[in-house]
């Protein structure tokens, strides 16, 4: 139900959108989120957004770096990546859930997930 894409291989520095997109049913109203999983580390959080009133949440890692946003009419969500470092390297993962809490920030409390983008930072 959740379609992650705009993954890629880029440079130190450089910048990436992440676009994930909703079928058979709206995330309108749902909180979303954005995780990412680096090989040998637990899945970790990225960057939240609201469904009421659009407030974000970020991780420090990627704080002043990453923006999330949201397109309700087009049922989507976006990562907009600048100065990307070797270390956001990782699989990025969109989620949805039902509602939202002050655990926006763990991986469990999300019902939706989409399959995940690669995005590679070389050095």
């Known amino acids: 139900q959740l379609q992650a894409s705009g993954g890629g291989l880029v440079q130190a520095g450089g910048s990436l959108r992440l676009s994930c997109a909703a079928s058979?049913?709206?995330?309108?109203?749902?909180?979303m989120a954005w995780f990412r999983q680096a090989p040998g580390k637990e899945r970790e959080f990225v960057a939240a957004i609201r469904e009421s009133n659009g407030a974000t949440r970020y991780s420090a890692s990627v704080k002043g770096r990453f923006t999330i946003s949201r397109d309700s009419a087009k049922n989507a969500v976006s990562l907009n990546m600048s100065s990307l470092k070797p270390e956001d390297t990782a699989l990025y993962y969109c989620a949805a859930r039902t509602y939202w809490s002050t655990h926006y920030y763990s991986p469990t409390e999300y019902a939706y997930w989409g399959q995940g983008t690669q995005v590679t930072v070389s050095s």
């Open positions: 058979e049913r709206t995330f309108s109203g749902y909180p």
